[in-house]
C-alpha cells in the first residue's frame, strides 16, 4: 500500500467509519464490555470485550480474538504499533493480508535483492519481474504462483525459499480492518480516558 493510500485509509477509518462513535463501557463480573457505536447509524458498530489477557472483538467489521501479554485494559492501547499489536492475533474471521500490489511489490523485491546483478543478468530480471507483477490468481494463493512460474524461467539468478518469503510480504498488505480494530480501541480510551482526566 502506498503512503498517500495508508494515510488516507487511517483517516476514513477515523472520520468516516468511526465518527460519532460513542463509547458505553460496562464492568461485568472478572470483563469488560465495550460498545463502540455510532447512535445515530447502524454501521460499523463494535463491541471489545476484555478478559484478563484475552480480548474478544465482534461487530460490523468482523471478529477477531487477541491473545495480550498484559491485561486487557483501557489505556493499554494508546502507544501500540499495528504490526506489534496484530502479532498478538490468535485467530479472525476476516484474512490478515490482502494481496494487491504485485507490480509495485516485484519491483521493490528486485531492487532490494538484486541491486548487484541488474546489470549482469538484466534480460532474465525483467523476466523474472515480469512474472512477479502479474497477478494471475488472487488471495494468498496469487504471490506462491507468481513465484513458481518466475523459478521457471529462472537460470542463471537462484530464487531461494527466504527470497520467496521476502517477496511475499513486498505484495501483501495489512487488512484494514486490524487497523480500525486497534484504531477503534484508541478512540475509545482518548473518549473514556479523557474524560475521567478532564473531571
Known amino acids: 500500500m502506498k503512503e498517500k493510500e495508508f494515510e488516507q485509509m487511517?483517516?476514513?477509518i477515523r472520520?468516516?467509519?468511526?465518527k460519532d462513535h460513542v463509547a458505553k463501557v460496562i464492568e461485568?463480573?472478572?470483563?469488560t464490555l465495550i460498545k463502540w457505536h455510532?447512535?445515530?447509524e447502524s454501521q460499523y458498530n463494535m463491541e471489545y470485550i476484555f478478559k484478563g489477557r484475552n480480548l474478544f472483538i465482534s461487530g460490523d467489521i468482523g471478529s477477531a480474538v487477541y491473545g495480550l501479554t498484559w491485561k486487557a485494559e483501557l489505556g493499554s492501547f494508546k502507544n501500540l504499533n499495528v504490526g506489534y499489536f496484530t502479532g498478538k492475533l490468535e485467530c479472525s474471521e476476516r484474512k490478515k493480508y490482502?494481496?494487491?500490489?504485485?507490480?509495485?511489490?516485484?519491483?521493490?523485491f528486485i531492487d532490494d535483492h538484486f541491486r548487484d546483478e541488474s546489470t549482469e543478468h538484466k534480460e532474465e530480471l525483467e523476466e523474472i519481474k515480469q512474472e512477479l507483477s502479474v497477478?494471475?490468481?488472487?488471495?494468498?494463493?496469487?504471490?506462491?504462483?507468481?513465484?513458481?512460474?518466475?523459478?521457471?524461467?529462472?537460470?542463471?539468478?537462484?530464487?531461494d525459499d527466504e527470497l520467496a518469503d521476502c517477496y511475499s510480504r513486498e505484495v501483501?498488505?495489512?487488512n484494514c480492518v486490524f487497523y480500525a480494530y486497534l484504531i477503534g480501541l484508541q478512540m475509545i480510551e482518548e473518549q473514556v480516558l479523557g474524560k475521567v482526566g478532564g473531571k
Open 15 to 18: 472520520e468516516i467509519w468511526f
Open 98 to 108: 490482502d494481496y494487491d500490489d504485485f507490480e509495485g511489490g516485484a519491483k521493490r
Open 38 to 40: 455510532n447512535p445515530n
Open 172 to 174: 501483501r498488505s495489512l
Open 28 to 31: 461485568l463480573e472478572g470483563m
Open 135 to 159: 497477478q494471475n490468481y488472487y488471495g494468498e494463493f496469487g504471490p506462491f504462483e507468481a513465484w513458481l512460474r518466475a523459478e521457471e524461467i529462472s537460470t542463471k539468478i537462484e530464487l
Open 10 to 12: 487511517i483517516k476514513d
